[in-house]
């Protein structure tokens, strides 16, 4: 099965940018949609992004649409979130997970591979 390693996070100051990637290993990448979910401290996970596995079709939350991008380069092997205009709301813990095939869900039932987490904290 897929493997997940996330990197990217660090500090930014409110209103800059950030791009998480995640790297897959261990099996055909193009085979997996992929999301991207966040977990801020005392708060649930929550959906942020998603992508089919054929790239055509990308999913947002409502609330993040227009700031972040998803995208992915399977020669690589990655998944990609490119964040912009972040604020301290944005602080979390960013997961990337894989499902084999599918369309980018929503909901974090759906993926069974998940990486461990990248820390993205967004100083006001």
């Known amino acids: 099965h897929v493997q997940l390693v996330e990197s990217g996070g660090g500090l930014v100051q409110d209103g800059g940018s950030l791009r998480l990637s995640c790297a897959a290993s261990g099996d055909t990448f193009s085979k997996y949609s992929m999301g991207w979910f966040r977990q801020a401290l005392g708060n649930e996970r929550e959906f942020v992004a998603g992508?089919?596995?054929?790239?055509?079709?990308?999913n947002y939350a409502d609330s993040l649409e227009g700031r972040f991008t998803i995208s992915r380069d399977n020669a690589k092997n990655t998944v990609y979130l490119q964040m912009n205009s972040l604020n301290p709301e944005d602080t979390a813990v960013y997961y990337c997970?894989?499902?084999?095939w599918g369309y980018g869900s929503s909901s974090s039932n759906d993926y069974l591979h998940w990486g461990q987490g990248t820390q993205v904290t967004v100083s006001s």
């Open positions: 997970a894989a499902r084999l």
């Open positions: 992508i089919s596995w054929t790239s055509t079709y990308t």
